[in-house]
C-alpha cells in the first residue's frame, strides 16, 4: 500500500530544528526529569494523603476512594478514539498556516468530550437509584453507593476532558518531532 506524503509541508526553514534551538538530547533528558518528578510527586501526595483520607474517611470510606482510583483509571480510556484523533489531526497541521482548522477541529473535539461527560452525568442521574441497587453487589450501600456514583461521574467527567486537552498539546508537539525524523 503506497505511503502518502502530507498535502502541506511544514516550513523547515522557520522550525526550532533548523535554527539550532532544538535539541533533541536535551528535550529527552528533561522530559525524562520532569515524568520522574511527576512519579516521585505521585508516591509522595500518595503517602502523605493516604493516613490523612484513613482518619477522616474511616476505612469503609476510604475503601470506596480507593475504588474509584482504579475505576477511574481504567474508565478513562473509554473516549470513543476521541484523544488519538485529536493528536494524529492536530499533529498533522502546523499551528503557523492552519490556525483556523485547528480551532475549529480543537472547539469541535472539545464539544463532543464535554458532551460524553455531561452525558455520563446525566445518565448517573437518571439511573441512581438502579445503580445504587447494583453497587450492593459489590458491599457499596447507602451512602457509600452515593459516594462512589457522584465520584465516578464527576471524575470521569472531568478525566475525559483534561485527557482531550492533553492529546491536543501532545498533537501540537508532533510536529517538532516529525522534522528530527526526516
Known sequence: MPVEAPSKQLKVGSSAAVDGSFDPARRAFLNGCVNFARGLFSVVFTVILTPFLVAHL??????????????????????????????????GLSPSEDTARLNSFFTGSM??????????????????????????????????????????????????????LSYVL?????????????
Open 58 to 91: 474511616g476505612l469503609a470510606g476510604f475503601g470506596v476512594w480507593s475504588l474509584l482510583g482504579v475505576f477511574i483509571t481504567y474508565i478513562t480510556l473509554v473516549d470513543l478514539g476521541i484523544s488519538g484523533a485529536t493528536a494524529k489531526f492536530v499533529g
Open 111 to 164: 464539544a463532543v468530550t464535554a458532551g460524553i461527560a455531561l452525558a455520563t452525568l446525566l445518565l448517573v442521574y437518571v439511573f441512581r437509584n438502579t445503580l445504587e441497587t447494583d453497587l450492593g453487589a459489590f458491599g457499596l450501600f447507602g451512602a457509600d453507593a452515593k459516594v462512589f456514583l457522584v465520584g465516578a461521574a464527576a471524575l470521569y467527567s472531568v478525566g475525559i476532558v483534561s485527557s482531550g
Open 170 to 182: 501532545l498533537g501540537l508537539h508532533q510536529p517538532q518531532a516529525s522534522l528530527q525524523l526526516r
